[in-house]
């Protein structure tokens, strides 16, 4: 993969989204590429934290098990997603487990590095520390509006945020595929599966979008956010 290409990678990722193109083609000398299989993991939960990962094609997700054996889905990423970044800050240990969900490519960035590359550069740790307190900010709206969404607004929110990630410039009545089951959305929504099902045949029936095993089609994405709010 030629720096280019890392360095316009590097520019779509939201933690990045302060950095100069001469940070960027720092981080970007020091990114290697993975490849990972379709259920590979790509760390534990109670690793060592010692490398970030950057989406560069395929699908993520995050997920942590309970001690009754159930799998919770936390997060999905896709391409320009950034992942296991408070590795560049400290080495404490992974607080969930991230598995590729389909053939994926990352470049990885090893913690130490990036932090020899701060010291050495204070600028670009200032401005990274900017663009983390702005995702920290918008994270916490994101959270009180949920506080006060319906379980169907919430699901549908959930939905549109995947669809921007298989498909940032959706037009209407574009039909955008989405990798996730049920079990999936209702997590990440923080609803029960039967909740988020029911929801899921109300936008059936409304041909908003259609369902399938393992896999969901968004065939109307005007018509999905209007659930939202």
Same mark, same amino acid.
């Given at each position: ?84 970044? /408070? =590795? ?9 487990? @991230?598995? %590729? *969900?389909?053939?994926?490519? $990352? &470049? ?34 994101? /959270? =009180? ?9 919430? @699901?549908? %929110? *959930?939905?549109?945020?995947? $669809? &921007? ?34 929801? /899921? =045949? ?18 109307? &994405? ?8």
């Amino acid at each position: 993969m030629r720096s280019a290409e890392v360095v316009e990678l590097l520019a779509r990722v939201p933690a990045f989204s302060t950095l100069v193109p001469a940070d960027l083609e720092r981080i970007a000398q020091l990114a290697v590429p993975r490849e990972f299989e379709p259920g590979q993991v790509v760390f534990r939960d109670g690793d060592c934290s010692d490398t970030c990962y950057i989406v560069r094609s395929g699908r993520a997700r995050a997920v942590r098990e309970h001690s009754d054996g159930r799998v919770i889905t936390l997060a999905t990423f896709g391409p320009g997603d950034i992942f296991g970044e /408070l =590795a560049m800050f400290e080495d404490e240990r992974r607080s969930a487990t @991230v598995e %590729a *969900v389909e053939p994926t490519g $990352v &470049v990885a960035v090893l913690g130490p590095d990036m932090r020899r590359l701060m010291i050495e550069h204070p600028g670009i740790a200032t401005r990274l520390a900017i663009a983390l307190g702005r995702r920290l900010r918008e994270t916490n709206e994101r /959270l =009180a509006r949920q506080s006060f969404q319906t379980v169907q607004s919430r @699901v549908a %929110a *959930v939905l549109a945020e995947l $669809v &921007v990630q298989e498909r940032p410039q959706a037009a209407a009545g574009e039909d955008v595929l989405v990798t996730a089951t049920q079990a999936d959305l209702a997590q990440l929504a923080g609803s029960s599966r039967e909740s988020a099902s029911r929801f /899921l =045949a109300v936008l059936e029936r409304a041909g908003v979008i259609s369902q399938g095993r393992g896999r969901l089609v968004v065939h109307d &994405v005007r018509a999905l956010e209007r659930y939202v709010f």
